[in-house]
């Protein structure tokens, strides 16, 4: 059973910065980030493929950038100009196939790791 576990979730100013870390047992070909904001259902962030191709949802892009060390077994999540719509609870999810933004497309799942900003 793969587990990937998140990390780096904070607090942080609005404008600030943070870099989020998943770590997996075993990593899969495709890496996403999805995030949840309270009362909100649950979207898509960024995915990374073991080539490097990323691609990322239209209200990050340019701001976070989404990394993975497949050696390690990492895929990280620089997140830069953050936001007060950014917070939420941040998760790791892995696919054996080629990537997709559907959240349903996942089969496994980090427990999440949070993002609060304070405006």
């Known amino acids: 059973q793969v587990q990937l576990v998140e990390s780096g979730g904070d607090s942080v100013p609005a404008g600030g910065s943070l870099r989020l870390s998943c770590a997996a047992s075993?990593?899969?070909?495709?890496m996403g980030w999805f995030r949840q904001a309270p009362g909100k259902e649950r979207e898509w962030v960024a995915f990374?493929?073991?080539?490097?191709?990323?691609d990322y949802s239209a209200s990050v892009k340019g701001r976070f950038t989404i990394s993975r060390d497949n050696a390690k077994k990492m895929v990280f999540l620089q997140m830069n100009s953050l936001k007060s719509e950014d917070a939420g609870t941040y998760s790791c999810?892995?696919?054996?196939?080629?990537?997709?933004?559907?959240?349903?497309?996942?089969?496994?799942w980090g427990q999440g790791t949070q993002v609060t900003v304070s405006s």
């Open positions: 075993t990593i899969r070909q495709c």
């Open positions: 990374i493929l073991p080539n490097g191709n990323t």
């Open positions: 999810a892995a696919r054996r196939y080629a990537c997709m933004w559907q959240q349903n497309a996942y089969g496994i």
